[in-house]
Protein backbone atom coordinates (compact mmCIF):
# COMPACT_ATOMS: atom_id res chain seq x y z
CA UNK A 1 0.00 0.00 0.00
CA UNK A 2 1.34 3.19 -1.13
CA UNK A 3 2.03 5.85 1.87
CA UNK A 4 -0.46 8.07 3.29
CA UNK A 5 0.71 11.80 4.05
CA UNK A 6 -0.59 15.25 5.63
CA UNK A 7 -1.29 17.10 2.99
CA UNK A 8 -3.38 20.40 3.11
CA UNK A 9 -5.96 20.75 -0.14
CA UNK A 10 -4.42 23.49 -2.03
CA UNK A 11 -1.03 21.65 -1.74
CA UNK A 12 -2.20 18.53 -2.94
CA UNK A 13 -3.87 19.96 -5.71
CA UNK A 14 -0.54 21.49 -6.97
CA UNK A 15 1.41 18.34 -6.46
CA UNK A 16 -1.66 16.73 -8.72
CA UNK A 17 -1.07 18.97 -11.56
CA UNK A 18 2.29 18.77 -11.15
CA UNK A 19 1.84 14.33 -11.51
CA UNK A 20 -1.38 15.16 -14.44
CA UNK A 21 1.93 16.55 -16.37
CA UNK A 22 0.89 19.93 -16.23
CA UNK A 23 3.81 22.41 -16.74
CA UNK A 24 2.00 25.83 -17.67
CA UNK A 25 0.31 27.40 -14.78
CA UNK A 26 -0.90 31.26 -15.26
CA UNK A 27 -2.46 33.20 -11.83
CA UNK A 28 -3.34 35.66 -9.94
CA UNK A 29 -3.00 35.61 -5.85
CA UNK A 30 -6.30 35.51 -4.18
CA UNK A 31 -7.26 33.76 -0.79
CA UNK A 32 -8.29 30.93 0.41
CA UNK A 33 -6.37 29.36 -2.56
CA UNK A 34 -2.92 31.34 -2.54
CA UNK A 35 -0.89 27.53 -1.73
CA UNK A 36 -1.68 26.44 -4.74
CA UNK A 37 0.47 29.01 -7.12
CA UNK A 38 3.00 29.27 -4.35
CA UNK A 39 3.53 25.24 -4.69
CA UNK A 40 3.90 25.56 -8.06
CA UNK A 41 6.08 28.65 -8.46
CA UNK A 42 8.40 26.93 -6.16
CA UNK A 43 8.57 23.47 -8.44
CA UNK A 44 7.95 24.54 -11.70
CA UNK A 45 11.50 26.02 -12.29
CA UNK A 46 13.10 22.76 -11.30
CA UNK A 47 10.65 21.00 -13.87
CA UNK A 48 11.11 23.47 -16.72
CA UNK A 49 7.33 24.53 -16.24
CA UNK A 50 6.10 27.89 -16.99
CA UNK A 51 4.84 29.90 -14.07
CA UNK A 52 3.41 33.22 -14.61
CA UNK A 53 2.15 35.71 -11.66
CA UNK A 54 -0.21 37.74 -14.31
CA UNK A 55 -1.10 41.52 -13.93
CA UNK A 56 -4.48 40.12 -13.24
CA UNK A 57 -7.04 37.29 -13.28
CA UNK A 58 -8.27 38.35 -16.85
CA UNK A 59 -5.04 38.44 -17.84
CA UNK A 60 -3.77 35.03 -16.00
CA UNK A 61 -6.63 33.53 -18.06
CA UNK A 62 -6.23 34.93 -21.34
CA UNK A 63 -2.57 33.51 -21.15
CA UNK A 64 -4.14 29.94 -20.07
CA UNK A 65 -5.97 30.64 -23.54
CA UNK A 66 -3.04 30.82 -25.46
CA UNK A 67 -0.89 28.58 -23.96
CA UNK A 68 -3.52 25.77 -24.42
CA UNK A 69 -3.83 26.73 -28.22
CA UNK A 70 -0.16 25.85 -28.69
CA UNK A 71 -1.75 22.20 -27.17
CA UNK A 72 0.08 22.00 -23.68
CA UNK A 73 -1.71 21.00 -20.54
CA UNK A 74 -2.55 24.34 -18.89
CA UNK A 75 -4.23 25.66 -15.63
CA UNK A 76 -5.49 28.25 -13.78
CA UNK A 77 -6.64 28.65 -9.98
CA UNK A 78 -8.55 31.06 -8.50
CA UNK A 79 -11.09 32.11 -5.53
CA UNK A 80 -14.80 33.16 -6.76
CA UNK A 81 -14.26 36.84 -6.94
CA UNK A 82 -11.49 35.80 -9.03
CA UNK A 83 -13.48 33.32 -11.19
CA UNK A 84 -15.93 35.71 -11.85
CA UNK A 85 -12.91 37.59 -13.74
CA UNK A 86 -11.76 34.68 -15.64
CA UNK A 87 -15.35 34.24 -16.90
CA UNK A 88 -14.85 35.93 -20.38
CA UNK A 89 -11.63 33.76 -21.59
CA UNK A 90 -13.43 30.57 -20.53
CA UNK A 91 -16.20 31.46 -22.90
CA UNK A 92 -14.23 32.05 -25.77
CA UNK A 93 -11.72 28.76 -24.87
CA UNK A 94 -15.40 27.14 -24.86
CA UNK A 95 -16.68 28.22 -28.27
CA UNK A 96 -12.62 27.66 -29.42
CA UNK A 97 -12.95 24.07 -28.10
CA UNK A 98 -9.45 24.82 -25.79
CA UNK A 99 -8.91 22.55 -23.26
CA UNK A 100 -7.65 23.53 -19.46
CA UNK A 101 -8.25 23.05 -15.83
CA UNK A 102 -9.76 25.45 -13.54
CA UNK A 103 -9.37 24.91 -9.52
CA UNK A 104 -12.37 27.41 -8.15
CA UNK A 105 -11.40 27.16 -4.15
CA UNK A 106 -15.03 29.01 -3.56
CA UNK A 107 -15.13 31.32 -0.91
CA UNK A 108 -17.95 33.54 0.62
CA UNK A 109 -19.93 36.23 -1.69
CA UNK A 110 -21.33 38.47 -3.47
CA UNK A 111 -18.71 40.81 -4.32
CA UNK A 112 -15.66 40.45 -2.02
CA UNK A 113 -17.59 38.69 0.21
CA UNK A 114 -15.00 36.69 2.44
CA UNK A 115 -12.42 34.52 2.83
CA UNK A 116 -14.26 31.44 4.35
CA UNK A 117 -15.32 28.22 2.67
CA UNK A 118 -18.40 28.43 0.75
CA UNK A 119 -20.53 26.64 -2.44
CA UNK A 120 -22.49 29.63 -3.86
CA UNK A 121 -20.89 29.89 -7.16
CA UNK A 122 -22.56 26.15 -8.29
CA UNK A 123 -24.80 28.64 -10.50
CA UNK A 124 -21.63 30.18 -12.06
CA UNK A 125 -20.05 26.82 -12.34
CA UNK A 126 -22.60 24.55 -13.80
CA UNK A 127 -25.00 27.37 -15.45
CA UNK A 128 -22.31 28.19 -17.90
CA UNK A 129 -21.46 31.65 -16.12
CA UNK A 130 -20.05 33.47 -18.77
CA UNK A 131 -22.27 34.44 -22.22
CA UNK A 132 -22.81 32.23 -24.90
CA UNK A 133 -24.48 28.26 -24.74
CA UNK A 134 -21.48 26.17 -23.41
CA UNK A 135 -21.04 24.04 -20.58
CA UNK A 136 -18.05 23.24 -18.59
CA UNK A 137 -17.53 19.93 -16.86
CA UNK A 138 -17.85 20.49 -12.93
CA UNK A 139 -15.95 17.77 -10.18
CA UNK A 140 -16.70 18.57 -6.77
CA UNK A 141 -14.29 17.39 -4.44
CA UNK A 142 -15.22 15.85 -0.75
CA UNK A 143 -11.89 15.89 0.73
CA UNK A 144 -8.58 16.06 0.30
CA UNK A 145 -7.91 13.05 -1.33
CA UNK A 146 -10.65 13.70 -4.14
CA UNK A 147 -9.44 17.42 -4.52
CA UNK A 148 -5.94 15.67 -5.75
CA UNK A 149 -7.57 12.62 -7.51
CA UNK A 150 -10.14 14.86 -9.63
CA UNK A 151 -7.67 17.51 -10.06
CA UNK A 152 -6.14 14.76 -12.41
CA UNK A 153 -8.97 13.67 -13.91
CA UNK A 154 -9.67 16.76 -14.84
CA UNK A 155 -6.86 17.32 -17.22
CA UNK A 156 -8.16 14.20 -18.74
CA UNK A 157 -11.83 14.57 -19.36
CA UNK A 158 -10.67 18.49 -20.61
CA UNK A 159 -8.33 16.82 -22.97
CA UNK A 160 -10.55 14.40 -23.71
CA UNK A 161 -13.57 16.63 -25.02
CA UNK A 162 -11.77 19.67 -25.52
CA UNK A 163 -13.86 21.81 -23.15
CA UNK A 164 -13.45 23.66 -19.87
CA UNK A 165 -12.81 21.17 -16.70
CA UNK A 166 -13.49 22.52 -13.45
CA UNK A 167 -12.51 21.20 -10.11
CA UNK A 168 -14.73 23.14 -7.00
CA UNK A 169 -13.61 23.43 -4.47
CA UNK A 170 -14.23 25.39 -0.93
CA UNK A 171 -12.14 27.06 1.14
CA UNK A 172 -12.49 24.20 3.79
CA UNK A 173 -11.22 21.63 1.69
CA UNK A 174 -8.49 24.60 0.62
CA UNK A 175 -6.67 25.01 3.63
CA UNK A 176 -7.30 21.83 5.53
CA UNK A 177 -4.97 19.03 5.65
CA UNK A 178 -5.88 15.73 5.94
CA UNK A 179 -4.00 12.06 4.97
CA UNK A 180 -3.66 11.60 1.22
CA UNK A 181 -2.40 8.87 -0.68
CA UNK A 182 -0.74 10.89 -3.83
CA UNK A 183 -1.75 9.64 -7.68
CA UNK A 184 0.79 8.59 -9.81
CA UNK A 185 2.09 10.42 -12.31
CA UNK A 186 1.13 10.52 -16.02
CA UNK A 187 3.38 8.70 -18.04
CA UNK A 188 2.61 10.98 -21.17
CA UNK A 189 0.09 14.11 -22.31
CA UNK A 190 -2.23 13.49 -24.71
CA UNK A 191 -0.97 14.38 -28.49
CA UNK A 192 -2.70 17.55 -29.51
CA UNK A 193 -3.24 17.72 -33.76
CA UNK A 194 -5.14 20.50 -33.74
CA UNK A 195 -2.81 22.68 -31.44
CA UNK A 196 -1.25 25.89 -33.33
CA UNK A 197 2.51 24.70 -33.64
CA UNK A 198 3.14 26.57 -36.70
CA UNK A 199 2.20 25.48 -40.22
CA UNK A 200 5.17 24.24 -41.53
CA UNK A 201 4.81 21.22 -43.06
CA UNK A 202 0.75 21.18 -42.38
CA UNK A 203 -2.27 23.22 -43.49
CA UNK A 204 -3.15 26.08 -42.02
CA UNK A 205 -5.38 25.25 -38.64
CA UNK A 206 -7.61 28.03 -36.48
CA UNK A 207 -9.43 28.10 -33.53
CA UNK A 208 -11.40 31.13 -32.90
CA UNK A 209 -14.84 31.01 -31.21
CA UNK A 210 -15.78 34.13 -34.14
CA UNK A 211 -18.57 32.67 -36.69
CA UNK A 212 -19.75 35.67 -38.44
CA UNK A 213 -22.16 33.92 -40.95
CA UNK A 214 -25.11 32.29 -38.99
CA UNK A 215 -24.78 28.98 -40.39
CA UNK A 216 -21.48 28.39 -39.22
CA UNK A 217 -22.17 30.11 -35.97
CA UNK A 218 -25.45 27.88 -35.96
CA UNK A 219 -24.15 24.56 -36.84
CA UNK A 220 -21.35 25.22 -34.66
CA UNK A 221 -23.48 25.56 -31.45
CA UNK A 222 -25.36 22.44 -32.73
CA UNK A 223 -22.11 20.68 -32.80
CA UNK A 224 -21.41 21.90 -29.26
CA UNK A 225 -24.90 20.65 -27.72
CA UNK A 226 -24.07 17.63 -29.61
CA UNK A 227 -21.19 17.25 -27.73
CA UNK A 228 -22.28 17.86 -24.18
CA UNK A 229 -25.15 15.02 -24.58
CA UNK A 230 -22.58 12.69 -25.29
CA UNK A 231 -20.68 13.87 -21.91
CA UNK A 232 -24.07 13.70 -20.18
CA UNK A 233 -24.42 10.53 -21.45
CA UNK A 234 -20.48 9.32 -20.49
CA UNK A 235 -19.02 11.33 -17.40
CA UNK A 236 -22.04 11.59 -14.82
CA UNK A 237 -20.41 10.65 -11.83
CA UNK A 238 -21.66 10.30 -8.08
CA UNK A 239 -21.56 8.43 -5.11
CA UNK A 240 -24.38 7.04 -2.39
CA UNK A 241 -24.24 6.18 1.15
CA UNK A 242 -26.81 4.35 2.69
CA UNK A 243 -29.77 5.29 0.09
CA UNK A 244 -30.72 1.52 -0.06
CA UNK A 245 -33.10 1.52 2.52
CA UNK A 246 -33.75 5.03 2.90
CA UNK A 247 -36.93 7.12 3.66
CA UNK A 248 -35.22 10.10 3.81
CA UNK A 249 -32.81 11.29 1.32
CA UNK A 250 -29.89 14.07 2.28
CA UNK A 251 -28.51 15.68 -1.45
CA UNK A 252 -25.37 17.00 -1.13
CA UNK A 253 -21.90 17.69 -2.42
CA UNK A 254 -18.18 18.30 -1.32
CA UNK A 255 -17.88 19.72 2.47
CA UNK A 256 -21.59 19.29 3.08
CA UNK A 257 -21.36 15.62 2.46
CA UNK A 258 -18.82 15.06 5.02
CA UNK A 259 -21.02 16.52 7.38
CA UNK A 260 -24.07 15.09 6.35
CA UNK A 261 -22.53 11.54 6.73
CA UNK A 262 -21.96 12.32 10.39
CA UNK A 263 -26.07 13.43 10.73
CA UNK A 264 -26.83 10.23 8.53
CA UNK A 265 -25.43 7.90 11.77
CA UNK A 266 -26.81 9.85 14.27
CA UNK A 267 -30.01 9.46 12.58
CA UNK A 268 -29.86 5.45 11.99
CA UNK A 269 -28.67 5.15 15.68
CA UNK A 270 -32.32 6.91 16.67
CA UNK A 271 -33.79 4.40 14.18
CA UNK A 272 -34.95 7.08 11.49
CA UNK A 273 -33.43 5.58 7.89
CA UNK A 274 -31.53 8.50 5.69
CA UNK A 275 -29.58 8.12 2.99
CA UNK A 276 -26.77 10.63 1.00
CA UNK A 277 -26.58 11.05 -2.37
CA UNK A 278 -23.17 13.06 -3.53
CA UNK A 279 -23.24 14.45 -7.09
CA UNK A 280 -19.28 14.38 -7.96
CA UNK A 281 -19.79 15.65 -10.94
CA UNK A 282 -22.05 18.60 -10.86
CA UNK A 283 -22.23 18.88 -14.48
CA UNK A 284 -23.00 16.79 -16.00
CA UNK A 285 -25.55 16.63 -12.95
CA UNK A 286 -26.43 13.05 -11.94
CA UNK A 287 -30.61 13.69 -12.88
CA UNK A 288 -31.76 10.10 -13.73
CA UNK A 289 -30.21 8.73 -10.58
CA UNK A 290 -31.64 11.51 -8.55
CA UNK A 291 -35.18 11.02 -10.25
CA UNK A 292 -34.95 7.14 -9.22
CA UNK A 293 -34.09 7.33 -5.67
CA UNK A 294 -36.63 10.37 -5.11
CA UNK A 295 -39.25 7.61 -6.27
CA UNK A 296 -38.88 5.38 -3.01
CA UNK A 297 -37.74 7.94 -0.30
CA UNK A 298 -40.66 10.82 1.18
CA UNK A 299 -38.80 13.47 1.77
CA UNK A 300 -35.55 14.84 0.23
CA UNK A 301 -33.21 17.44 1.98
CA UNK A 302 -30.72 19.63 0.07
CA UNK A 303 -27.91 21.00 1.93
CA UNK A 304 -25.52 23.44 0.59
CA UNK A 305 -23.66 26.21 1.99
CA UNK A 306 -25.61 28.98 0.10
CA UNK A 307 -29.17 30.45 -0.02
CA UNK A 308 -29.99 27.02 -2.24
CA UNK A 309 -28.77 26.64 -5.71
CA UNK A 310 -27.71 22.98 -6.63
CA UNK A 311 -31.44 22.10 -5.18
CA UNK A 312 -32.78 23.92 -8.22
CA UNK A 313 -31.40 20.86 -10.01
CA UNK A 314 -32.18 18.61 -7.42
CA UNK A 315 -35.78 19.80 -7.98
CA UNK A 316 -35.81 19.53 -12.09
CA UNK A 317 -34.54 16.07 -11.22
CA UNK A 318 -37.06 15.03 -8.78
CA UNK A 319 -40.08 16.74 -10.47
CA UNK A 320 -43.47 15.93 -8.50
CA UNK A 321 -42.30 12.59 -7.22
CA UNK A 322 -41.39 14.23 -3.93
CA UNK A 323 -41.10 16.90 -2.02
CA UNK A 324 -38.02 18.71 -1.87
CA UNK A 325 -36.64 21.20 1.14
CA UNK A 326 -33.22 23.10 1.78
CA UNK A 327 -30.87 23.81 4.48
CA UNK A 328 -28.71 26.49 3.06
CA UNK A 329 -26.30 28.43 5.29
CA UNK A 330 -24.49 31.53 4.00
CA UNK A 331 -21.32 33.60 5.40
CA UNK A 332 -18.75 30.99 5.77
CA UNK A 333 -20.30 28.26 8.12
CA UNK A 334 -20.34 24.51 7.55
CA UNK A 335 -23.87 22.99 8.30
CA UNK A 336 -24.31 22.11 11.61
CA UNK A 337 -25.06 18.01 12.10
CA UNK A 338 -27.37 19.14 14.92
CA UNK A 339 -29.39 20.95 13.05
CA UNK A 340 -29.75 18.30 9.92
CA UNK A 341 -30.41 15.86 12.32
CA UNK A 342 -33.21 18.20 13.41
CA UNK A 343 -34.81 19.09 10.39
CA UNK A 344 -34.94 15.49 8.66
CA UNK A 345 -36.49 14.61 12.47
CA UNK A 346 -39.15 17.32 12.00
CA UNK A 347 -40.51 14.99 8.80
CA UNK A 348 -41.62 12.45 11.15
CA UNK B 1 -12.83 8.21 20.15
CA UNK B 2 -13.48 11.15 18.53
CA UNK B 3 -11.39 13.94 20.31
CA UNK B 4 -11.67 18.47 19.10
CA UNK B 5 -8.94 20.30 19.58
CA UNK B 6 -7.72 23.90 19.19
CA UNK B 7 -4.39 24.81 19.59
CA UNK B 8 -3.80 28.60 20.12
CA UNK B 9 -1.06 30.88 20.47
CA UNK B 10 1.04 34.11 18.82
CA UNK B 11 1.84 33.64 14.97
CA UNK B 12 5.66 32.49 15.46
CA UNK B 13 4.92 30.02 18.61
CA UNK B 14 4.66 26.93 16.72
CA UNK B 15 0.95 26.91 16.58
CA UNK B 16 0.31 24.83 13.51
CA UNK B 17 3.60 23.09 13.73
CA UNK B 18 2.03 21.38 16.55
CA UNK B 19 -1.06 20.58 15.45
CA UNK B 20 0.52 19.29 12.46
CA UNK B 21 2.72 16.76 14.12
CA UNK B 22 -0.35 15.56 16.51
CA UNK B 23 -2.39 15.02 13.21
CA UNK B 24 0.84 13.15 11.67
CA UNK B 25 1.59 10.93 15.01
CA UNK B 26 -2.24 9.92 14.99
CA UNK B 27 -2.70 8.99 11.07
CA UNK B 28 0.03 6.99 11.69
CA UNK B 29 -1.95 5.37 14.53
CA UNK B 30 -4.84 4.59 11.63
CA UNK B 31 -6.71 7.18 12.89
CA UNK B 32 -8.75 9.65 10.71
CA UNK B 33 -7.29 12.94 11.16
CA UNK B 34 -7.82 16.73 9.82
CA UNK B 35 -6.09 19.93 10.90
CA UNK B 36 -7.19 23.37 9.76
CA UNK B 37 -5.41 26.91 10.31
CA UNK B 38 -7.22 29.90 11.10
CA UNK B 39 -6.29 31.65 8.22
CA UNK B 40 -6.41 35.13 6.09
CA UNK B 41 -5.74 38.67 7.43
CA UNK B 42 -3.59 37.16 10.60
CA UNK B 43 -0.61 39.52 11.22
CA UNK B 44 2.64 39.01 13.22
CA UNK B 45 2.52 39.46 17.20
CA UNK B 46 -1.25 38.80 16.60
CA UNK B 47 -3.59 35.57 17.67
CA UNK B 48 -2.87 31.89 15.54
CA UNK B 49 -5.01 28.79 16.01
CA UNK B 50 -5.33 25.41 13.94
CA UNK B 51 -8.44 23.39 14.60
CA UNK B 52 -7.80 19.49 14.90
CA UNK B 53 -9.65 16.71 14.68
CA UNK B 54 -8.46 12.81 15.34
CA UNK B 55 -11.27 10.28 15.74
CA UNK B 56 -12.00 6.66 14.94
CA UNK B 57 -14.57 7.93 12.12
CA UNK B 58 -14.15 9.70 9.18
CA UNK B 59 -13.96 13.42 10.25
CA UNK B 60 -16.84 15.47 9.14
CA UNK B 61 -16.28 19.20 9.37
CA UNK B 62 -12.61 19.90 10.03
CA UNK B 63 -13.63 23.41 11.95
CA UNK B 64 -13.66 23.31 15.78
CA UNK B 65 -15.87 25.29 17.78
CA UNK B 66 -16.57 23.75 21.15
CA UNK B 67 -12.97 21.65 21.61
CA UNK B 68 -12.53 18.43 23.98
CA UNK B 69 -8.77 20.04 24.22
CA UNK B 70 -7.16 23.22 24.38
CA UNK B 71 -3.79 23.99 24.35
CA UNK B 72 -2.69 27.42 24.64
CA UNK B 73 0.29 29.35 24.40
CA UNK B 74 -0.56 32.59 25.62
CA UNK B 75 -2.49 35.10 27.42
CA UNK B 76 -4.85 36.11 24.84
CA UNK B 77 -5.24 32.53 23.58
CA UNK B 78 -6.25 31.54 26.98
CA UNK B 79 -8.71 34.38 27.33
CA UNK B 80 -10.31 33.47 23.94
CA UNK B 81 -10.70 29.95 24.15
CA UNK B 82 -10.90 28.83 27.54
CA UNK B 83 -15.11 29.85 27.17
CA UNK B 84 -15.54 27.71 23.82
CA UNK B 85 -13.91 24.68 25.45
CA UNK B 86 -16.66 21.88 26.38
CA UNK B 87 -17.75 20.96 29.98
CA UNK B 88 -15.14 18.55 31.48
CA UNK B 89 -12.70 19.71 28.19
CA UNK B 90 -8.79 19.41 29.06
CA UNK B 91 -6.75 22.89 29.22
CA UNK B 92 -3.43 22.80 29.20
CA UNK B 93 -1.76 26.34 29.38
CA UNK B 94 1.98 27.36 28.95
CA UNK B 95 2.54 28.82 32.32
CA UNK B 96 5.98 30.21 31.15
CA UNK B 97 4.00 32.94 29.52
CA UNK B 98 0.70 33.06 31.28
CA UNK B 99 0.19 34.54 34.51
CA UNK B 100 -3.48 34.55 35.02
CA UNK B 101 -5.16 31.57 36.45
CA UNK B 102 -7.63 29.68 34.22
CA UNK B 103 -11.45 31.03 35.93
CA UNK B 104 -13.63 27.57 34.89
CA UNK B 105 -14.20 25.28 37.27
CA UNK B 106 -16.02 22.82 35.44
CA UNK B 107 -12.36 21.89 33.33
CA UNK B 108 -9.40 19.79 33.73
CA UNK B 109 -6.48 22.58 33.99
CA UNK B 110 -2.98 21.43 33.14
CA UNK B 111 -0.19 24.08 33.57
CA UNK B 112 3.14 23.52 32.21
CA UNK B 113 6.43 25.87 32.26
CA UNK B 114 6.55 24.86 28.07
CA UNK B 115 9.20 27.52 27.50
CA UNK B 116 11.39 27.07 30.71
CA UNK B 117 11.40 22.93 29.98
CA UNK B 118 12.53 23.87 26.03
CA UNK B 119 15.31 26.12 27.42
CA UNK B 120 16.63 23.47 29.59
CA UNK B 121 17.30 21.55 26.49
CA UNK B 122 18.83 24.76 24.93
CA UNK B 123 16.02 25.92 22.37
CA UNK B 124 14.00 28.72 22.56
CA UNK B 125 11.93 27.47 20.27
CA UNK B 126 10.70 23.83 21.52
CA UNK B 127 8.01 24.74 23.37
CA UNK B 128 5.49 23.93 21.40
CA UNK B 129 6.89 19.93 21.57
CA UNK B 130 6.81 20.36 25.66
CA UNK B 131 3.26 21.15 24.96
CA UNK B 132 2.41 18.15 22.55
CA UNK B 133 4.70 15.94 25.05
CA UNK B 134 2.03 17.29 27.89
CA UNK B 135 -0.84 16.81 25.54
CA UNK B 136 0.23 12.99 24.66
CA UNK B 137 0.30 12.04 28.52
CA UNK B 138 -2.97 13.44 29.63
CA UNK B 139 -5.03 12.38 26.37
CA UNK B 140 -3.09 9.29 25.43
CA UNK B 141 -5.76 8.14 23.02
CA UNK B 142 -4.52 11.18 20.80
CA UNK B 143 -1.35 9.25 20.50
CA UNK B 144 1.64 7.40 21.72
CA UNK B 145 4.77 9.26 23.05
CA UNK B 146 6.93 7.27 19.93
CA UNK B 147 4.68 7.91 17.66
CA UNK B 148 4.68 11.75 18.34
CA UNK B 149 8.89 11.50 18.00
CA UNK B 150 8.42 9.82 14.49
CA UNK B 151 6.19 12.46 13.27
CA UNK B 152 8.79 14.65 13.85
CA UNK B 153 10.62 13.52 10.52
CA UNK B 154 7.18 14.04 8.49
CA UNK B 155 6.19 17.02 9.85
CA UNK B 156 8.96 19.43 10.24
CA UNK B 157 10.96 21.41 7.29
CA UNK B 158 14.40 20.15 5.97
CA UNK B 159 15.26 23.39 7.34
CA UNK B 160 14.31 22.43 11.00
CA UNK B 161 14.61 18.67 10.49
CA UNK B 162 18.04 19.08 12.33
CA UNK B 163 16.73 20.11 15.65
CA UNK B 164 14.59 16.52 15.53
CA UNK B 165 16.27 15.26 18.50
CA UNK B 166 16.06 18.05 20.74
CA UNK B 167 12.56 18.17 20.10
CA UNK B 168 12.23 14.90 20.98
CA UNK B 169 14.31 15.44 24.51
CA UNK B 170 11.95 18.31 25.11
CA UNK B 171 8.78 16.07 24.00
CA UNK B 172 9.95 13.25 26.28
CA UNK B 173 10.85 15.75 29.37
CA UNK B 174 7.15 17.00 29.35
CA UNK B 175 5.63 14.15 28.94
CA UNK B 176 7.96 12.78 32.07
CA UNK B 177 6.95 15.87 33.89
CA UNK B 178 2.98 15.95 33.56
CA UNK B 179 1.78 13.23 35.90
Same mark, same amino acid.
Given at each position: ?348 | ?112 ? +???? #? =? @?????? /? *? ?14 ? +???? #? =? @?????? /? *? ?19 ? =???
Amino acid at each position: MKKKILMRGNDAVAEAVIRAGCRHYYGYPITPQNEIPEYLAQKFPELGGTFVQAESEIAAACMVLGSSAAGVRTMTSTSSPGMTLKLEAISYMSGARLPCVIVNVMRGGPGLGNIAGSQSDYFQATKGGAHGDYQSIVLAPENVQEFADQTMLAFDLSDKYRVVAMVLGDGYLGQMSEPVVLPDPVQSVPKKPWALTGKKGRDQQVLASLRLLPDALGNHNIDLQNLYAEITKAEVRFDSYMTEDADYLIVAYGTCARVSRTAIKALRNSGIKVGLFRPITLWPFPSAQIGELAKKVKKILTIEMCMGQMVQDVRLSVGCKTEVDLYGVAGGVIPDVDKIVERIKSYE | MHKEMIIAGFGGQGVLVAGKIACIAAMTEGKHVSHIPSYGAEMRGGTAHCGVVISDEPVSSPVVVNPDICMVFSTPSLNKFEPRLKKGGILIYNTSLIKEKPKRDDIVAIAID +ANDI #S =L @KHGSKN /G *MNMAMLGALVKKVPEI +AKLD #S =L @KAALDE /G *MTERNKKHNPTNATIMTDAYN =LIS
